[in-house]
């Protein structure tokens, strides 16, 4: 049987703009996204540019990947920056403790991100070390890289070959503080919070945008203690902020952490679990956002959810510290789902950074040697980017039978968003569901459409998955089932696919 469904969009009812951080990455000191995804060396026979990999920069250019997290996630908060400047063979090593207890060489370090960044046209989002580090370290680091003139950190940055300051607007005041980043009380973390971003100065016209390490999925209470921070409840004054965004966390999976099962044998009762868990960040994003309201009305804190993705165990033989996992179908309407949902809480979302983009959780691109797979999820990335920075619009879904039961959930198999951006509309459609084709009509009122086109990603099975030898196993396809009606457009989504529509409005 096939599921009808319809989705009302009002093509003249502009909301909120979808900031394009929300398709943001984020690249740590942990396993193979460094060392082996990013960075292969300059002695590498793999193609590169001092170092970083060309094949890499190219498929993430392809996306235009709006900015980049770096160095953590856990390890930022015992990375010493001064460890990775200077002559690579002279720089101190470490061990990183958090990820698989290997030593850490720091031949990738400041100078090498920023070239990074600037490869792939991406804003650095450096999240500094509360954990193990201290304020004038912090403080020293900004100098450092944002300020122009001259000043003892200037010249060290001078004598490392950097003349000109970088421009460098993400700052992270540590990360997961209630855990990994120094397992501290809410309190507390909102007063170091304080502190450090006091420190983190605007040098020039350099204007950072601090981020402090905020919950960990349902924790609304964190929230609320930074929040008291920021203003006075009920003030109508401009409210006094020392950070301009705050952090969440939520990660999918398909059951409790210590079973997280396998990222590529799954059955439908996983995967249904999954998309119950992926789901749950809608009432996370509310739950957070509902009480920054109170504290900021008019919404000039953003909610940053720089770690979000699936994860699972790490793949047969590799190493239990470098959360290498494969991708699938899965994993790539999981990421679907969250986008819909991301661009429905787009008026206080303003970025979000999957973990992470090579080799590690949910990935855009598996390296292996020489080879470079795109993931399924990089598809997904690939196919919405017309998201970023346009204007959302509302989708009302009408349907009766796109909703199965989950143990005693309800899980809504059908979810949809739309945009409009340069006189292009795009429509982004999941259907979840693993056994059932679903009709939907694309009911779109206050204006017209000219000649649409479409895009497919699905494979015949949620398993599937791109490796070097087949690489193309889940691919976007142009999609030629498109029916022009009145009220707009009818298509059929085949079980477990994502479909994007797009139109120049006439
Ligand atoms: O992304 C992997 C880890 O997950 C990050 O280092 C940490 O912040 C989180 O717990």
């Not at 001259?150 to 010249?155: A, E, G, N, Q, Y």
């Not at 796109?402 to 739309?418: K, P, W």
Request: a negative charge.
């Amino acid at each position: 049987t096939t599921a009808t469904a319809t989705a009302v969009i009002d093509l003249d009812i502009e909301g909120p703009t979808i900031s394009r951080h929300i398709y943001g990455h984020f690249a740590e000191h942990l396993g193979r996204c460094i060392y082996g995804g990013f960075w292969v060396g300059e002695d590498s026979p793999i193609p590169h540019e001092g170092g970083i990999r060309l094949d890499v920069v190219r498929a993430l250019r392809a996306l235009e990947i709006p900015n980049l997290r770096w160095p953590g996630g856990c390890f930022a908060d015992e990375y010493h920056w001064k460890d990775g400047i200077g002559p690579r063979d002279q720089r101190p090593r470490m061990v990183n403790t958090h990820w698989g207890n290997v030593e850490e060489n720091n031949h990738f370090g400041t100078h090498e991100f920023m070239a990074l960044c600037e490869l792939l046209g991406a804003e650095p989002y450096i999240s500094g070390n509360v954990g193990s580090g201290t304020v004038q370290e912090m403080s020293e680091w900004v100098e450092y890289l944002t300020r122009d003139g001259d000043s003892p950190m200037v010249r060290l940055r001078k004598a490392n070959g950097r003349e000109e300051p970088w421009r460098v607007k993400f700052w992270g005041i540590g990360n997961e503080t209630w855990g990994c980043g120094g397992n501290m009380r809410a309190e507390y973390s909102a007063d170091l919070a304080r502190q450090y971003a006091t420190y983190c100065r605007d040098h020039g016209d350099n204007k950072l945008y601090r981020i402090a390490s905020g919950a960990n999925g349902d924790d609304y209470k964190w929230t609320e203690t930074l929040m008291q921070q920021i203003s006075c409840f009920g003030c109508e004054a401009t409210p006094r902020t020392f950070f301009q965004g705050i952090t969440v966390h939520h990660y999918t999976l398909s059951g409790p952490w210590e079973a997280k099962g396998s990222a590529t044998v799954f059955d439908t009762d996983d995967y249904y679990r999954t998309m119950l868990s992926a789901r749950k960040i809608d009432r996370i994003l509310t739950g957070h956002s509902t009480v920054m309201d109170m504290y900021d009305p008019r919404r000039t804190v953003g909610l940053v959810l720089d770690e979000w993705g699936t994860w699972w165990d790490v793949e047969p033989g590799t190493n239990p510290g470098f959360l290498f996992q494969q991708n699938t179908l899965r994993d790539a309407l999981v990421a679907s789902t969250h986008f819909d949902i991301f661009h429905r809480h787009a008026s206080r979302l303003y970025m979000a950074n999957i973990a992470q983009t090579v080799n590690v959780l949910q990935a855009m691109l598996l390296t292996d040697g020489d080879a470079l797979v795109l993931t399924p999820t990089y598809h997904v990335f690939e196919m919405n980017k017309g998201h970023q920075d346009a204007t959302s619009l509302d989708v009302h879904l009408r349907t009766d039978d796109t909703r199965r039961l989950v143990g005693d959930a309800e899980l809504v198999t059908l979810s949809a968003s739309a945009s409009v951006k340069d006189g292009t509309v795009l429509v982004s459609l999941t259907n979840l569901d693993a056994e059932k084709p679903v009709e939907v009509t694309l009911d779109l009122r206050g204006g017209s459409i000219g000649e649409p086109t479409a895009r497919l990603l699905t494979a015949d099975r949620l398993q599937a998955h791109n490796t070097p030898e087949a690489s193309a196993a889940v691919a976007p396809l142009s999609f030629d089932g498109l029916k022009v009606t009145d009220p707009g457009l009818v298509l059929t989504l085949p079980p477990h696919s994502f479909l994007t529509v797009q139109a120049p409005l006439s």
